[in-house]
């Protein structure tokens, strides 16, 4: 008598929607349509998570103490409020924290805490994985663009360095992480949609409540955007420039091909809320014989003539296979004293977590090196079986 092996597998585990990244309008429907809630308390139960999700940053509903015990274990049967993998964590010995953080299979992103930047502390965001900029002096640049990060994963890094920092529930002094900017992998303006949400769910009042004021994207110069980011978000604006002139500027940006300085420039000026009480930030990297002379500095004046503007001076932080050098330390102080003649607030930034490759320009998801590892490892394994069974 034959035996049948009986292979097919039971009902697959549902995928659970994450509450965490909804705007307050969605998670009052997906509770309406779960049929957790009645249409008539769904507002006031979405106000409820709310506070418990962004203020207390729960991650288990058992632990919302007052919601009813049964509604808790509805909750868990349709919904989930937890945090994705955190893959590795360092810590710089100047303080500065990284996490590589798994929101998906085959999709990781890295976010950096800086201390004392900002009022106390600022955390550097990704919002995608990948970039398609190729910025030459970037290492984020060599990674392909794997896809945008949807708002939830981006409010996820904040939750996460929340985590690790102690800070729940959300408080009102004495933060450590008091800014966001917008400054990790990828090109935000590429991802309006879900940076705009992110940004709303991060400074909303009865959550996490960081202020508009603290939060800062910067951008390589997508001007078609420039005006939607300033009227969606309010957010502080940040301009990745490190040129004065489109020949230099299109080699190390090439983006400024599609919109050269005279059409960026144009568009920061018109940016929404630019004032003297909110100055837009210039980035500008210095790269040791290429973009640090006296005279860039002068075209640097010239160029920002009445724009409510401070200058970053940053350091080029290198990486493995970068094809260049940080400008010397007694040009980047003659650099700066012209910006300053000139008017300009022109700080030097402080590299910071350059030994565990987490300062600006450095961020690249290790995953994509352990992926080429693997691949490697899995060919030489095929080619020596190949080897052996001939």
């Not at 909804?22 to 006031?44: F, N, T």
């Not at 230099?248 to 144009?266: H, I, S």
């Not at 930030?281 to 002068?298: Q, W």
């Not at 910006?339 to 930034?349: D, E, F, V």
Request: hydrophobic share 40%; with cysteine; aromatic share 6%.
């Amino acid at each position: 008598m034959g035996v049948t092996l009986d292979l097919s597998r039971g009902p697959a585990a549902p995928v659970l929607r994450n509450l965490s990244g909804m705007s307050r309008a969605e998670l009052a429907a997906a509770l309406v349509d779960s049929g957790v809630v009645r249409p008539d308390k769904a507002r006031m139960r979405a106000t409820q998570l709310w506070r418990w999700i962004h203020h207390y940053g729960v991650t288990d509903f058992a632990l919302m103490s007052d919601v009813a015990k049964e509604m808790r274990a509805l909750l868990a049967e349709h919904f989930t409020v937890a945090r994705p993998e955190i893959v590795e964590r360092q810590v710089s010995k100047d303080g500065t924290r990284k996490w590589l953080i798994r929101t998906a299979p085959g999709i990781e992103v890295e976010c950096v805490y800086i201390p004392d930047v900002g009022r106390a502390g600022a955390l550097c965001v990704s919002s995608q994985v990948g970039c398609t900029l190729n910025c030459t002096f970037c290492h984020t640049g060599t990674q392909a663009l794997v896809r945008n990060l949807t708002a939830a994963e981006i409010v996820a890094q904040v939750q996460v360095a929340r985590d690790d920092l102690g800070e729940w529930p959300s408080p009102r002094e004495d933060r450590r992480l008091s800014n966001i900017v917008f400054m990790g992998m990828g090109e935000p303006l590429y991802n309006l949609d879900n940076v705009a949400q992110a940004i709303d769910i991060i400074s909303d009042g009865e959550g996490i409540a960081i202020s508009r004021r603290r939060i800062t994207v910067s951008t390589s110069g997508v001007v078609p955007e420039l005006e939607a980011l300033g009227t969606r978000t309010q957010a502080m604006l940040a301009i990745s420039l490190h040129a004065t002139n489109d020949a230099l500027r299109e080699q190390l940006v090439p983006l400024n091909k599609k919109y050269p300085l005279a059409q960026l420039m144009a568009g920061i000026r018109a940016y929404p809320g630019l004032s003297n009480a909110k100055r837009v930030t210039f980035e500008y990297v210095m790269l040791k014989g290429v973009n640090d002379s006296p005279a860039e500095a002068k075209a640097l004046v010239q160029l920002l003539k009445g724009l409510p503007a401070k200058i970053n001076l940053i350091p080029f932080n290198p990486w493995p296979g970068s094809p260049y050098e940080c400008s010397d330390w007694a040009t980047i102080e003659t650099f700066a004293a012209i910006l300053n003649r000139g008017g300009y607030a022109s700080p030097i930034r402080t590299p910071r977590g350059r030994d565990i490759l987490a300062a600006c320009g450095q961020l690249k998801s290790e995953s994509e090196k352990v992926r080429a590892s693997a691949r490697r490892k899995a060919s030489s394994i095929a080619a020596h079986d190949g080897l052996t069974d001939s």
